[in-house]
């Protein structure tokens, strides 16, 4: 009989202690997502604080290049700046990321849509008829990085 009851006493003991191991990896995940998740949302905010910042810079500039008769705009370049300003740009924002404007009201001398890139972020902005302001920030992850050289 006492066989028995040590047998069942320790059939018991392994049940809760798969029982606490299971509850234990469940709340481990569970962490690391909730980590993932905030840690990803705090850097995009941060992405979009360094947009902002790209932007305004673009536009303090633009005024000083519409008073020498110029743009910060260069539809001739792949990214959309003229010469320097760039470099002018990421000294006055601090910024490291890569800038790109997209399209450009050479009337108005106003950037209405841009791309910030940083790291994993991508911060879109666009400006619609009405003159109003919308932001877009997208997490990014490479899956393939391909090169087919011949």
Not at 28 to 45: D, K, N, P
Not at 111 to 126: A, C, F, G, N, P
Request: glycine fraction near 6%.
């Amino acid at each position: 009989m006492e066989g028995m009851q040590e047998k069942e006493l320790k059939k018991k003991q392994r049940y809760k202690i798969r029982k606490m191991i299971v509850i234990f990896m469940f709340l481990l995940i569970f962490g690391a997502v909730v980590f993932s998740y905030f840690h990803i949302t705090t850097q995009g905010r941060l992405a979009l604080r360094e947009g902002k910042n790209v932007k305004l810079a673009l536009e303090m500039l633009d005024v000083e290049y519409y008073g020498r008769q110029k743009s910060v705009y260069d539809p001739e370049k792949k990214n959309g700046l003229a010469e320097g300003v760039e470099k002018r740009v990421y000294g006055i924002a601090a910024q490291t990321g890569k800038t790109e404007i997209l399209s450009y009201d050479k009337k108005e001398h106003k950037i209405l849509s841009m791309v910030y890139e940083k790291e994993h972020y991508r911060v879109v902005y666009q400006c619609d008829e009405s003159g109003n302001d919308r932001w877009k920030v997208d997490y990014l992850i490479t899956i393939f990085d391909y090169s087919d050289n011949k």
